[in-house]
């Protein structure tokens, strides 16, 4: 069972920069594609970012386009999402996902195979 983890959230004022990070569990790292997802309170849970397995492919939704930047390093089974320029629409629960389609063939709005605990992320001033 692939384990994942995130970390980095917190409370930032509107503007400001924050950087999530999610370690996953080693062993078949390399051949999965992952991702962020986000669920607003009271909202749905919603597509922010994903990177397949060899970071050829990335894909981000519009609404963070331009400010966030997702990237990993198979090498430290790790996974990021820099967040800039952050916006109070932006507070949400973030998701680390992994998923065994490692090239997002089947794209990423779904329901992906693995999923980390969530951090939380709140943007007010």
């Known amino acids: 069972q692939v384990q994942l983890v995130e970390s980095g959230g917190g409370l930032v004022q509107p503007g400001g920069n924050l950087r999530l990070s999610c370690a996953a569990s080693?062993?078949?790292?390399?051949?999965?594609?992952l991702g962020w997802f986000r669920q607003p309170p009271g909202q749905e849970r919603e597509f922010v970012a994903a990177?397949?397995?060899?970071?050829?492919?990335?894909l981000y939704s519009d609404s963070v386009k331009g400010r966030f930047t997702i990237s990993r390093d198979n090498a430290r089974s790790k996974m990021y999402l820099q967040m800039n320029s952050l916006k109070p629409e932006d507070t949400a629960l973030y998701y680390c996902?992994?998923?065994?389609?490692?090239?997002?063939?089947?794209?990423?709005?779904?329901?992906?195979?693995?999923w980390g605990q969530g951090t939380q992320v709140t943007v007010s001033s």
């Open positions: 996902a992994a998923d065994r389609d490692a090239l997002l063939l089947r794209g990423p709005e779904r329901t992906w195979d693995y």
């Open positions: 990177i397949v397995w060899n970071g050829e492919k990335i």
């Open positions: 080693e062993g078949t790292f390399r051949s999965l594609a």
